[in-house]
């Protein structure tokens, strides 16, 4: 901005910005282009056109082959389904669970909540690759309660994909930051009206949550859906398994690239439908992150 | 719960408001912050303490045998270094060094000491991480765990390439979109696109980008070099394989941090740059005593989230190259995976896992230490 304001009004200098705004954004976009296009070529044209430009271009012989052998070789849908299953359940839990408690610990008085809420924000040095092995053996060893009654460690579930990542530091801290800043007048208005701390969070706070319910949601989505390491440990049967983990299905003894970049395109695209249409809300989120470090 | 604490002593406080906020909040406050913060202990403070507690036992998966304290043996094992100084062997007759072909000095076998012998308990069982030539001697550096020196190593190389890297790319990123230009938000958006995408799709996409045969980067340097360029097999070689690693990687997340230095640039008040502009400042005074003391605590954070993530170096891996060519690309949390899930030894998982993690927080202090406010 102000660092490259001085020459802007010349024409050359603002020909040359966008030289390199697009020279930029093409480094950006190519791995993706190359993605959808490689999508609809057969194999061997595939592995040809990466020697030149057609690699980006729909040229060559095109179909949506590749799409209905994907779907014969795995059970798309099914992968498709558990993914979206497991990540809106988690963000909505996980919304719910971590503005209760920001609201607790912004608006009510009882002892112990310093304490506990800095607990909670400390959790956030705690990388979970640095916790996934002992994670495993916790839920190894819980107990759940289901349609068939009482069974033993929670492998092979959609439990176990949702539960250990409702609650994250990093939400509730989000929720804290956006509650400081409300009005306390409010509060005290509908305290004065007899409300119970329950219904002025439900009726009062999070009617005007809005924005940083976007800004969480968006970053809870993004975390869950892209989600590999957990899923990959703790689903061994076909029937729980999320989009990533069902990538393995793509690469048995011969590999067919095709397939596997009309399943890559099947799984990458509603998401980034999703974020160019929400862009805005995306990137004000990442950036809410930051404002108060 | 309202009724219930309606008559508690502290409903003595004198105004109506400040009585009624004290109402039913006690109890209510504690219920309501009880979910999250019981979710909380169950799923990561107690493995983060089981992680701990674990790392000193012979804890399996599934053993038949109870699980045992053993002590510090799994961090000796995984850690155990020593020095071992080899002397050239000598002609027994003339006491000469014995030299090869090329003059350089014979030495006894490496093995002699770590295999078998009596004399030097203190090398037994290790092998050889790397050595060098010192006059006529050969120093050896011995490890007990030479896999997971090599993660060690590997992973920090990662963290010092990237966080500068990385950091250093998306504040350029940051100053080239913070212009007033029409459509520079088109730009922002596809700048952070691969940030959306997952790191696993990402991941197999550069392995084409990377392959040996007809690679995008191969076809690429031969197009830029009319022909001369050799293809190069950039993951399936030692020398190159972590270094496409790093560049993907960074490539993947730049456009995240770039985000949150816009959001520093944009606090930096305008004022300051019409004040700077009529003291005659130029483009780079501008950004050395404008720009960059404003973007203090962003550096701070930016330095410190691209040091976590870059430690926790995974996904991108594990689908690349799976830590090979020869370990050149494995890393800590590939061998804690590898040893706790694969092997399902918890308790050497969980050692990696504990030696990972005070990486990180000293990392993370000295960080915080060396950008503390200096007034």
Partial sequence: MAALRSFGARPLGLVLRYALLIAVALIFIFPIVFMVMSSLKPDQQLLTDTSSLRAFLPVGDISLDNYFAAFRRAPVGLFLFNSVLVTTVTVALSLFVCSLAAFSFTFLSWRGREVILAIIIATLIVPFETIAIPLLMVVNNLPWIGPEGLTMGWLNSYHVQIVPWIADGLTVFLFVQYFKDLPRDLIEAARIDGATSFQIYAQVIMPIAGPVLATAAILKFLAMYNQYLWPLMVTQSEQFRPVMIGLQYFFQLNIAWGEVMAYLSLITIPVLAFYLLLQRAFITSIASTGIKG | ?375
């Fill in chain 2, 1 to 375: 719960m309202t009724v219930v604490s309606t008559s508690r002593p502290t409903a003595l406080a004198t105004s109506r408001i400040s009585r009624s906020r004290l109402l039913d909040t006690p109890r209510a406050g504690w219920a309501m912050a009880l979910p999250a913060f019981l979710l909380l202990t169950l799923f990561l403070i107690v493995p983060f303490v089981l992680a701990f507690v674990l790392s000193f036992t012979n804890q399996r998966l599934v053993s038949p045998n109870p699980t045992e304290f053993v002590g510090t043996s799994n961090f000796e094992s995984l850690l155990g270094a020593n020095i071992l100084t080899l002397e050239p062997l000598r002609d027994e007759a003339s006491g000469e060094v014995i030299r090869d072909d090329t003059g350089v000095p014979t030495y006894p076998p490496v093995r002699g000491f770590t295999r078998n012998n009596p004399d030097f308990p203190q090398y037994s069982g290790m092998r050889e991480l790397f050595g060098w030539q010192m006059g006529d001697n050969r120093v050896v550096i011995l490890a007990r765990d030479v896999v997971f020196m090599r993660a060690l190593g590997n992973t920090l190389l990662f963290v010092l390439i990237v966080a500068p890297g990385q950091g250093g790319l998306a504040l350029l990123l940051a100053l080239l979109i913070n212009q007033k230009l029409k459509g520079v938000n088109v730009f922002r958006a596809i700048y952070f696109m691969p940030v959306v995408v997952s790191i696993v799709v990402v991941a197999l996409l550069w392995r084409f980008i990377y392959d040996g045969q007809n690679g995008l980067l191969n076809s690429l340097l031969g197009l830029l070099t009319f022909g001369a360029f050799k293809p190069i097999d950039w993951l399936g070689q030692t020398g190159t394989a972590l270094g496409s690693i790093i560049g993907m990687s960074i490539w993947q997340a730049v456009g995240f941090h770039m985000v949150i230095w816009l959001s520093g640039l944009q606090t930096i008040p305008i004022s300051l740059y019409e004040a700077a502009h009529i003291d005659g400042a130029n483009n780079w005074q501008k950004f050395r005593f404008v720009t960059w003391p404003g973007l203090r605590n962003t550096a701070v954070l930016v330095l410190i989230v691209i040091t976590m993530q870059a430690f926790a170096l995974f996904a991108q891996v594990n689908v690349m190259t799976d830590g090979g060519p020869l370990d050149a690309t494995t890393t800590i949390v590939l061998q804690a995976v590898e040893r706790g899930y694969v092997k399902q030894d918890i308790a050497g998982g969980s050692a990696v896992s504990v030696v990972l993690f005070l990486m990180v927080l000293t990392i993370s202090l000295v960080q915080r230490y060396l950008t503390r406010e200096k007034y």
